[in-house]
């Protein structure tokens, strides 16, 4: 038997995403800023490890909470392992994105390491915007 998840994400976050050279813009920005905290990463797990890319897929909308969505990022030591993403959107992003504005923004700087969390065991990225 199949249960609907009932949960809808919210509007502004599939708006977002209804343009797919948006997608692939916003999917190349992620690979390089997850590259980018690994890189600056202190943590002896994480460090060498890379994203060789992130990828988006639009059955994965529909998360635990309305304003987050499920990626899929090729991260590890090659580049090749595969761990969930999920990014998830502050109040301020949300805001930014029912205006128009580029949610690239919002994504959080290399130095604000608190918005990253790395998960090697359960293979989980987690990336909280503004």
């Given at each position: 038997m199949r249960v609907e998840n009932s949960i809808?994400?919210?509007k502004r976050?599939?708006?977002m995403f209804a343009n797919e050279e948006t997608e692939r813009d916003f999917c190349d920005f992620l690979e390089y800023r997850?590259?980018?905290y690994l890189y600056a990463s202190t943590d002896p797990i994480i460090k060498g490890f890379w994203c060789d890319g992130v990828l988006f897929d639009t059955n994965a909308l529909t998360t635990e909470n309305k304003s987050s969505i499920a990626c899929t990022a090729f991260t590890g030591k090659t580049g090749q392992d595969e761990y969930k993403l999920i990014?998830?959107?502050g109040e301020k992003s949300l805001e930014l994105l029912s205006k128009g504005y580029d949610i690239?923004?919002?994504v959080p700087e290399t130095i604000q390491t608190d918005a990253f969390q790395v998960d090697t065991k359960k293979k989980l990225i987690q990336i909280y915007t503004l």
């Open positions: 809808t994400p919210d976050v599939i708006n997850i590259c980018e990014l998830s959107f690239k923004s919002c």
